[in-house]
């Protein structure tokens, strides 16, 4: 069963290298937190990818941490040279496990790219959305953990 809401946030062990540096559930704590699935040959995830950087440039300042985990879809997103390559070209900062055997996916209980997951300071998770319209679906959760009015 997927995640659902005040779920804790999970483990983020088991990346087979982290991008940008890395992190970990422990260290996330005490801030709000997006975390998003995506994969080099996911057209939706590279769609979205400006939002998501934007709202990490954006909401920094109000705490927002966001990580980002390259879970792959098919055989040829597990070769990290080229998904470093895709990272660098949607000008991806944030931290980036390559979850290449899934391990972290398996915690999320996540099948699905795009995914989002929204956790509070606490690490209890606030909301989660998928796919195309994911972006939309998470951003009032994400504007209420943030104390940010809606328009």
């Known amino acids: 069963m997927p995640l659902r809401s005040g779920s804790p946030l999970p483990e983020l062990a ?40 934007g709202w990490r440039e954006t909401y920094a300042p109000k705490g927002l941490k966001v990580i980002g985990i390259h ?21 991806m900062t944030e931290p980036i496990a390559i979850d290449n055997q899934h391990a972290i996916g398996d915690r ?7 995914a989002y997951y929204l956790f509070d300071e606490t690490g209890a998770m606030r909301g ?3 796919g195309y319209a994911g ?17």
Request: proline content about 7%; aromatic content about 6%.
């Open 108 to 114: 999320f209980e996540n099948k699905l790219w795009p």
């Open 128 to 130: 989660r959305a998928a």
């Open 14 to 53: 088991g990346a087979e290298c982290w991008i940008n540096g890395e992190t970990s559930r422990d260290e996330l704590l005490g801030s709000p937190v997006l975390i998003h699935f995506f994969a080099k040959s996911c057209p939706i995830c590279h769609d979205n990818m400006p939002t998501v950087e």
């Open 71 to 91: 879970m792959p879809r098919e055989e040829a997103d597990t070769d990290v040279g080229a998904v470093t390559a895709d990272i660098e070209a949607m000008n």
């Open 135 to 151: 972006l939309k679906m998470i951003e009032g959760p994400l504007h209420r953990l943030l104390g940010i009015e809606s328009d």
